[in-house]
């Protein structure tokens, strides 16, 4: 994958935005991505770990971040960081060094990886109050496991994640990540097109899967999550990722596929006639998702417009649809939302935060408990969808084994709201 690092001036931002938002006496912690053992002697590949990669644009392993803001409001930024070693970069690659990396990232202090534990011990005594760290995740757990036996000698009372106050400067993204995410979303689309020309009955899976994704990497991209391309009743299941049977004429094939262009996500699906075209109960139920989705992206331009707002248009559309389509004839469309029925065929909500990852980092909820309302810099997907299962006997036998959704990308700017993904056919 081709990265591009976030520019001096940005990180600087990002580091001084984070400095403002700590309380006084308060030490945030952020651990890169660890190197993962796929089997034998093969590794996954390394994709760094996002709060990381924000707050430094440093793409190595076997490093660490330690932000402190003192009792009398003094700030320190220290990074830990691999010690050069010549041998493993003869196998690996070439290591920057703990002591390169303080003036490549901007930060006040670099250490070696190694000491890490005893220069939080010297470091976070006298006055610290909060600790954040997410230590729930599994990346460098035997060091997580050191500091969880070091904190208590500490006397930090009041130990916080790092998404509690990292996540809404990650919601509002500055024009540097805008633009990256527009480039990410062309990609997906060109690769939507690209995959959409062999979709005919015959082919597999696994083959539209390898055109998307080998797409992504000719564009010095990659993707973003493993890719759904469920073609029949496959598009019943919201995950579904086997990818292994073959397109049948007349089915309705679902892909669900994202890229990251320097680590920023694009999430698009688009549902695509095997055949012919649309007709019949696939062509109902497409028409209930496409008029939710249209009507969620119309409101996007409201005022007060949130993504709940969104996902209560879409549940009215959705009511309505299924009230049609036979899926409950003895109960009202009233009583469809109110008891909240529709959730049998929509589990999910109309969209999500997008960013350095796809369901990205950042609040719903303000302070009382009330949605965010869109502001310039979020990006999020709307989404709807309808699925029906096979064997769901309740249902009139033409819906059995539909699934339909349909995504786009959102970038609220100065103006206004911009379709990200405008320009692949629905």
Not at 69 to 89: C, H, L, N, W, Y
Not at 101 to 112: D, F, I, N, Q, T
Not at 173 to 182: F, I, N, V
Not at 301 to 311: G, N, T, Y
Request: proline share 5%.
């Amino acid at each position: 994958m081709k990265l591009i690092p976030p520019t001096k001036p940005e990180l600087t931002r990002r580091q001084e935005a984070l400095f403002a938002s700590l309380p006084l006496g308060s030490a945030l912690l952020v651990f890169a991505a660890e190197e993962k053992r796929r089997n034998a002697d093969v590794s996954f590949p390394f994709r760094q770990n996002s709060d990381f990669w924000y707050l430094t644009g440093f793409n190595e392993p076997d490093s660490a971040l330690l932000m402190l803001k003192t009792p009398s409001g003094e700030p320190k930024s220290i990074v830990f960081a691999r010690t050069k070693d010549p041998e493993k970069e003869a196998w690996d690659g070439s290591i920057v060094g703990f002591e390169a990396a303080r003036e490549l990232l901007g930060v006040m202090e670099a250490r070696a990886w190694v000491s890490l534990e005893a220069s939080l011990a010297e470091l976070c005594r006298g006055g610290f109050r909060r600790f954040y760290c997410d230590l729930a995740q599994g990346d460098h757990l035997l060091r997580k496991m050191g500091l969880l036996a070091l904190l208590p000698s500490l006397r930090i009372p009041e130990l916080m994640s790092v998404s509690s106050i990292l996540g809404p400067l990650r919601l509002i993204k500055s024009p540097e990540e805008r633009a990256l995410m527009h480039q990410s979303a062309q990609i997906n689309i060109a690769a939507h097109q690209l995959l959409a020309q062999s979709v005919q009955a015959g082919v597999s899976e696994y083959k539209l899967q390898g055109i998307i994704e080998g797409f992504y990497l000719e564009q010095g991209a990659d993707w973003a999550y493993p890719s759904i391309v469920a073609s029949g009743q496959n598009a019943t299941t919201l995950h579904y990722r086997a990818n292994n049977s073959t397109l049948q004429e007349g089915d309705l094939l679902l892909v669900d596929a994202g890229c990251e262009w320097s680590y920023y996500a694009s999430d698009i699906t688009r549902c695509w006639p095997v055949g012919s075209g649309l007709s019949g109960a696939k062509r109902d139920v497409y028409q209930i998702v496409l008029a939710a989705q249209e009507k969620a992206l119309m409101a996007c331009e409201l005022p007060d417009a949130s993504l709940q707002r969104l996902q209560e248009l879409v549940v009215e559309v959705f009511a309505f649809g299924l009230k049609d389509l036979g899926g409950f004839p003895a109960e009202s469309v009233e009583e469809i939302i109110q008891k909240k029925l529709y959730q049998k065929y929509y589990r999910h909500k109309v969209g999500h935060w997008l960013g350095l990852d796809v369901h990205d980092a950042g609040p719903y909820l303000d302070d009382q408990g009330k949605a965010l309302s869109f502001q310039t810099g979020m990006c999020f997907t709307v989404e709807p969808g309808l699925y029906f299962p096979a064997n769901d006997e309740t249902l009139p036998s033409p819906l059995r084994g539909i699934g339909v959704r349909i995504e786009d990308n959102v970038l609220m700017e100065e103006a206004g709201p911009v379709l990200l993904t405008q320009g692949l056919q629905k």
